[in-house]
């Protein structure tokens, strides 16, 4: 799962029988598109700019590939040596919910010369995502704090609030989502996938998933294993298709068990100016201490939401640090602040803007989440499962297995979620960090298993999420560039120390 707030229909045989034509179509069938990219200068972009952007469209229901269609908007930078040009590297963006139309020039900065000559590097907006035919719940402004985006009980491990919510949620999900919300799984993410590959007239497409976008890459991989070339699968997913979602909520506690303990070495560090404790053993209780004195006695934050610090939102934030190392800073001021030692930090200021934009996301990232798979409704068994989860995982206290508005989701889903495989060509390679607070190394081995020989794995020896390019670990980047570059993926498995 991603840097987004993992927050948070019928037909299934006709579905069913949708998926398994598509997967045995061959990689010459005619496009998915119904015209082929008309490529432009990107909205707000200044002229003359590298990256461009154009338009594809494809089925609102696979099942009626004649019917409605919607629009994915998609954006390219060229390969720098037309002459070494190997293909199309797709970046399939995370969350579930983020846009991922700048990904050609933000994350191509980051990339070696050598993948950039040899790739037309392209993004896109999935389905229901900022210029891809954008969705919205229209959820309640104040619904909005990130103390209720993620499931966080109350401060006696009530969850009577987050009962509330989801069910708020659903309904306002169910009034304003419409059929495209209705349409968002990871399923037709790979569908979507291939028609941008017909559409750019490929045979076949090379990939770079974060995050959730192993996920979307791996079930890719999965339905169209004959059109993909080099995938590289970054920070990775449990693939399980009975939770999906359940699984990477459920993710964060031992992946924050996993993490914290960086944390607590760099802010126990000498000369660190942000230092909290004199050494890491202290870190921890610190925090745990400081998180219930702010559900007991709050305190004022003006221009915030909510409009105060308490022991969520502290969480939260404490959640939020652990994806990188240059988080821990504003982190370590925030427990500055509640302890007395700080001011508070100027709050970020939401503006109209800004809302829409989390609206988009947020009702995104809630349709894969809940369509994907049924949650269930058993609303004793998260009360159960959230106080076993506060006794085993204080620092997340019971946030991970908490009730989701999916649990009172209106659409059931419209086909079963599709279990990754070994079946197919050999020419993934996972990258994945020891120490990943959202995306745990458990979830990854996992993900490994289910692609069986088709895969390897790099490992590193490192904290945070995402991999390649991301840490400044010359081991793991040069395995990850080697196999973009040659296309040959390592003997084994690959172990990369630290540094």
Same mark, same amino acid.
């Given at each position: 799962?991603?840097?987004?707030?993992?927050?948070?229909?019928?037909?299934?045989?006709?579905?069913?029988?949708?998926?398994?034509?598509?997967?045995?179509?061959?990689?010459?069938?005619?496009?998915?598109?119904?015209?082929?990219?008309?490529?432009?200068?990107?909205?707000?972009?200044?002229?003359?700019?590298?990256?461009?952007?154009?338009?594809?469209?494809?089925?609102?229901?696979?099942?009626?590939?004649?019917?409605?269609?919607?629009?994915?908007?998609?954006?390219?930078?060229?390969?720098?040596?037309?002459?070494?040009?190997?293909?199309?590297?797709?970046?399939?963006?995370?969350?579930?919910?983020?846009?991922?139309?700048?990904?050609?020039?933000?994350?191509?900065?980051?990339?070696?010369?050598?993948?950039?000559?040899?790739?037309?590097?392209?993004?896109?907006?999935?389905?229901?995502?900022? @210029?891809? /035919? +954008?969705?919205?719940?229209?959820?309640?402004?104040? &619904? *909005? !704090?990130?103390?209720?985006? %993620?499931?966080?009980?109350?401060?006696?491990?009530?969850?009577?609030?987050?009962?509330?919510?989801?069910?708020?949620?659903?309904?306002?999900?169910?009034?304003?989502?419409?059929?495209?919300?209705?349409?968002?799984?990871?399923?037709?993410?790979?569908?979507?996938?291939?028609?941008?590959?017909?559409?750019?007239?490929?045979?076949?497409?090379?990939?770079?998933?974060?995050?959730?976008?192993?996920?979307?890459?791996?079930?890719?991989?999965?339905?169209?294993?004959?059109?993909?070339?080099?995938?590289?699968?970054?920070?990775?997913?449990?693939?399980?298709?009975?939770?999906?979602?359940?699984?990477?909520?459920?993710?964060?506690?031992?992946?924050?068990?996993?993490?914290?303990?960086?944390?607590?070495?760099?802010?126990?560090?000498?000369?660190?100016?942000?230092?909290? @404790?004199? /050494? +890491?053993?202290?870190?921890?209780?610190?925090?745990? &201490? *400081? !998180?219930?004195?702010?559900? %007991?006695?709050?305190?004022?934050?003006?221009?915030?939401?909510?409009?105060?610090?308490?022991?969520?939102?502290?969480?939260?934030?404490?959640?939020?640090?652990?994806?990188?190392?240059?988080?821990?800073?504003?982190?370590?001021?925030?427990?500055?602040?509640?302890?007395?030692?700080?001011?508070?930090?100027?709050?970020?200021?939401?503006?109209?803007?800004?809302?829409?934009?989390?609206?988009?996301?947020?009702?995104?990232?809630?349709?894969?989440?809940?369509?994907?798979?049924?949650?269930?409704?058993?609303?004793?068994?998260?009360?159960?499962?959230?106080?076993?989860?506060?006794?085993?995982?204080?620092?997340?206290?019971?946030?991970?297995?908490?009730?989701?508005?999916?649990?009172?989701?209106?659409?059931?889903?419209?086909?079963?979620?599709?279990?990754?495989?070994?079946?197919?060509?050999?020419?993934?390679?996972?990258?994945?960090?020891?120490?990943?607070?959202?995306?745990?190394?458990?979830?990854?081995?996992?993900?490994?298993?289910?692609?069986?020989?088709?895969?390897?794995?790099?490992?590193?020896?490192?904290?945070?999420?995402?991999?390649?390019?991301?840490?400044?670990?010359?081991?793991?980047?040069?395995?990850?560039?080697?196999?973009?570059?040659?296309?040959?993926?390592?003997?084994?498995?690959?172990?990369?120390?630290?540094?």
């Amino acid at each position: 799962m991603s840097k987004n707030i993992r927050t948070i229909a019928t037909a299934a045989t006709v579905a069913a029988l949708a998926a398994s034509v598509l997967t045995a179509a061959p990689a010459s069938a005619a496009p998915t598109g119904r015209d082929r990219p008309a490529w432009t200068d990107c909205p707000g972009a200044a002229p003359g700019q590298p990256q461009q952007c154009a338009t594809v469209h494809v089925p609102l229901d696979y099942a009626d590939p004649d019917g409605e269609q919607i629009t994915l908007t998609v954006s390219r930078v060229r390969a720098a040596r037309p002459d070494q040009r190997h293909g199309v590297l797709l970046l399939i963006p995370g969350g579930p919910g983020e846009e991922g139309l700048d990904r050609p020039t933000r994350l191509g900065a980051t990339l070696p010369q050598e993948v950039r000559d040899r790739f037309d590097l392209v993004g896109f907006d999935p389905r229901g995502i900022g @210029a891809s /035919t +954008p969705v919205t719940c229209g959820i309640d402004h104040e &619904d *909005l !704090a990130p103390d209720r985006l %993620r499931p966080f009980p109350a401060p006696d491990g009530s969850i009577a609030g987050n009962i509330a919510l989801g069910h708020r949620f659903a309904d306002a999900c169910a009034r304003n989502g419409g059929p495209v919300l209705r349409s968002i799984t990871t399923a037709n993410e790979a569908r979507d996938i291939d028609g941008i590959r017909r559409a750019l007239g490929e045979r076949r497409l090379s990939a770079w998933g974060t995050s959730y976008g192993t996920y979307a890459g791996a079930v890719w991989s999965t339905l169209f294993a004959r059109t993909t070339d080099r995938v590289v699968l970054d920070s990775n997913d449990d693939p399980d298709p009975a939770k999906v979602g359940r699984n990477w909520l459920a993710a964060f506690g031992p992946g924050a068990e996993d993490r914290f303990p960086d944390f607590a070495k760099w802010a126990s560090a000498p000369g660190n100016p942000d230092r909290v @404790a004199d /050494t +890491p053993e202290e870190v921890r209780p610190l925090y745990l &201490d *400081l !998180a219930a004195r702010l559900d %007991r006695t709050p305190l004022p934050w003006p221009g915030a939401l909510p409009a105060e610090l308490n022991g969520n939102v502290l969480r939260g934030a404490m959640l939020q640090s652990l994806y990188s190392d240059q988080q821990f800073p504003g982190f370590a001021r925030l427990m500055l602040a509640g302890l007395g030692r700080r001011p508070l930090p100027a709050p970020a200021v939401m503006t109209p803007q800004a809302e829409a934009v989390a609206q988009n996301h947020i009702a995104a990232s809630a349709g894969t989440l809940c369509n994907d798979v049924s949650w269930p409704a058993d609303e004793a068994g998260y009360a159960k499962d959230v106080a076993a989860e506060r006794a085993a995982r204080p620092l997340t206290a019971g946030m991970p297995v908490n009730v989701m508005p999916c649990a009172y989701w209106p659409f059931a889903p419209a086909e079963p979620a599709v279990r990754v495989t070994d079946r197919g060509p050999a020419n993934v390679l996972l990258a994945q960090n020891l120490r990943d607070p959202a995306t745990p190394y458990a979830g990854a081995l996992k993900l490994r298993a289910a692609f069986g020989e088709r895969a390897r794995m790099v490992t590193v020896d490192s904290g945070g999420h995402d991999v390649y390019r991301a840490n400044g670990n010359a081991c793991g980047d040069a395995a990850v560039t080697d196999f973009l570059v040659t296309g040959r993926r390592p003997a084994a498995d690959v172990f990369c120390p630290a540094g």
